[in-house]
Antibody, heavy 124, light 107 residues
């Protein structure tokens, strides 16, 4: 069964850092682009970042460019999001999502598999 | 960056009604558009990609159309289990922006 499992969320003070992880199973991880999507409480979906299968290209929303870093370890089938200089507006549920189509952009044909999410709260 | 809008922001319809949701891109995106359904308290689910391709396992009452800047998601006969918020997402180039969502409930 194809699965994604996020971890690493929690309560952090403004200016702090967190690293989210997304453990993948049930598919050839290195073949697919991967994404992070977040949803603030009561709000809509916001695409945050994406990375191609071999990790060679990364993409970011303007809202996180310069303070989030996406990466992946294909030997561990794991996707990461390093979040630095966190602000109250980064408070959200964070989901990882697998691109539907292989060997291409992390956006290829949308995201067909999503994790259950991990909650990040930025507050003093 | 390309902006995505959706209309209406919410709608209420009766069981069995035909429901149409519109998504508009501020610039042409060919057919690089996906639709998702998010039920309350649940994870988003992919319904349609390439504007009109139904994802495996999605009921055939869902359909998508459009190209360029204007797209529609249609539910041919609304069912109680379709109560959800629906989002479009463009994926031609990054950023892979979502629309603001359309909330659908039963009248």
């Amino acid at each position: 069964e194809v699965q994604l499992l996020e971890s690493g969320g929690g309560l952090v003070q403004p200016g702090g850092s967190l690293r989210l992880s997304c453990a993948a199973s049930g598919f050839t991880f290195s073949t697919y682009g991967m994404n992070w999507v977040r949803q603030a409480p009561g709000k809509g979906l916001e695409w945050v970042s994406g990375i191609i299968g071999n990790g060679g290209s990364t993409f970011y929303a303007d809202s996180v460019k310069g303070h989030f870093i996406i990466s992946r370890d294909n030997s561990k089938n794991t996707l990461y999001l390093q979040m630095n200089s966190l602000r109250a507006e980064d408070t959200a549920e964070y989901y990882c999502g697998k691109a539907t189509g292989p060997y291409s952009s992390p956006g290829k044909d949308g995201m067909d598999v999503w994790g259950q999410g991990t909650t990040v709260t930025v507050s003093s | 960056d390309i902006q995505m809008t959706q209309s209406p922001s919410s709608l209420s319809a009766s069981v069995g009604d035909r429901v149409t949701i519109t998504c508009r891109a501020s610039q042409g995106i060919s057919n690089y558009l996906a639709w998702y359904q998010q039920k309350p308290g649940k994870v988003p689910k992919l319904l349609i990609y390439t504007a009109s391709t139904l994802q495996s396992g999605v009921p055939s009452r869902f359909s998508g159309s459009g190209s360029g800047t204007d797209f529609t998601l249609t539910i041919s006969s609304l069912q109680p289990e379709d109560v959800a918020t629906y989002y479009c997402q463009k994926y031609n180039t990054a950023p892979f922006t979502f629309g603001p969502g359309t909330k659908v409930d039963i009248k």
